[in-house]
């Protein structure tokens, strides 16, 4: 019971301090949508919206680094991070495109969507 309670703390925790970052940073936001609507699906092997959105991803990667980042989260692990994002999803859309297999359009996809997660972590620590 107790590990329960610490898990559900941590987890409110984490999602609490996700929403924040996602409030005070629209562009993560933004990137958010997109890897949500792409990810999930390829998880049941839906590759359909990555192959239609991947050059939407691109841009949403970009803008990461173009518009305005809340001050808080200029350091240079979250700038290296979205550089990472950036060229991950360049190379993502770039299989796409050459119509790669599946397989390995869902494993650049994988790559993208942890680089993602380690952006919002990073962000996360940057609010305790």
Same mark, same amino acid.
């Not at 609490?16 to 997109?34: C, D, G, L």
């Not at 990810?39 to 841009?59: A, C, D, Q, W, Y």
């Not at 949403?60 to 994002?85: C, H, Q, R, V, Y």
């Given at each position: 019971?107790?590990?329960?309670?610490?898990?559900?703390?941590?987890?409110?925790?984490?999602?609490?301090?996700?929403?924040?970052?996602?409030?005070?940073?629209?562009?993560?936001?933004?990137?958010h949508h997109v890897i949500s609507q792409t990810f999930h699906p390829s998880e049941e092997g839906n590759l359909k919206p990555i192959k239609e959105r991947s050059?939407?991803?691109?841009?949403?990667?970009?803008?990461? /680094?173009? *518009?305005?980042?809340?001050? #808080? %989260?200029? =350091?240079?692990?979250? @700038?290296? &991070?979205?550089?990472?994002?950036?060229?991950?999803?360049?190379?993502?859309?770039?299989?796409?495109?050459?119509?790669?297999?599946?397989?390995?359009?869902?494993? /650049?996809? *994988?790559?993208?969507?942890? #680089? %993602?997660? =380690?952006?919002?972590? @990073?962000? &996360?620590?940057?609010?305790?």
């Amino acid at each position: 019971m107790k590990t329960l309670i610490i898990l559900m703390f941590f987890f409110v925790a984490h999602s609490t301090s996700a929403q924040s970052t996602f409030e005070k940073w629209p562009a993560i936001k933004n990137f958010h949508h997109v890897i949500s609507q792409t990810f999930h699906p390829s998880e049941e092997g839906n590759l359909k919206p990555i192959k239609e959105r991947s050059g939407e991803m691109v841009t949403k990667a970009k803008a990461l /680094s173009t *518009e305005a980042i809340p001050e #808080e %989260f200029k =350091n240079e692990k979250i @700038l290296g &991070s979205i550089e990472k994002l950036k060229e991950k999803s360049i190379s993502l859309d770039k299989l796409v495109k050459e119509k790669a297999s599946d397989a390995d359009i869902k494993k /650049s996809l *994988e790559v993208v969507h942890d #680089e %993602f997660h =380690n952006i919002v972590g @990073l962000c &996360s620590e940057t609010n305790h």
